[in-house]
């Protein structure tokens, strides 16, 4: 007869690749948020929006789901129970939400409250790969110029 117990590596290792990627979504998302934050408060004269990493709150959320799961089920070697399973669902769910809706929303928030600020979107300087963008709000026209020839 065979162990089929995997490896203390293969069952922590999964859980710390797992957990860390939670950490790193949720810590970009909570950096890039708090200083978007900061920059619209201070009413500088250049803010920078990085709606990417917006999307990084529902991924730490999916992620906290699923890593909550393979706590219970591989490191504490545990049988999911229904509310336990009902609950990691919903917050699968919920991450899903976050992940398609919050971007968006904060997206339509901060542009109308900016422009209504007198910002201007600096087009030459935002930039977007796939569903990671920058958008860079300046205060003038000058402002969006001055940007641009220094980051050519």
């Known amino acids: ?18 957990f860390a990627l939670m950490l790193g979504a949720a810590l970009w998302f909570g950096w890039s948020f708090i200083s978007l934050v900061s920059q ?4 500088t004269p250049v803010i920078y929006f990085n709606k990417g990493a917006l999307y990084m709150l529902g991924v730490a959320i999916g992620l906290l789901a699923l890593v909550y799961a393979i706590f219970l089920e591989v490191i504490l070697q545990q049988q999911l129970t229904e509310n336990s399973s009902r609950m990691i ?6 991450g899903i939400g976050v992940l ?5 929303i904060i997206h339509f928030t901060v542009e109308r409250n900016l422009i209504k600020k007198n910002y201007e979107i600096c087009e030459t300087a935002s930039y977007q790969w796939l569903m990671y963008r920058e958008i860079v709000f300046a205060r003038d026209t000058q402002t969006c110029k001055d940007i641009t020839t220094r980051s050519s």
Do not use: H, K, N
């Open 100 to 104: 398609v809706l919050f971007p968006q």
């Open 89 to 94: 669902t919903r917050t699968a769910y919920i």
């Open 1 to 18: 007869m065979s162990d089929t117990t995997p490896s203390a590596s293969v069952r922590y290792g999964g859980f710390l690749l797992f």
């Open 40 to 43: 619209i408060l201070r009413e």
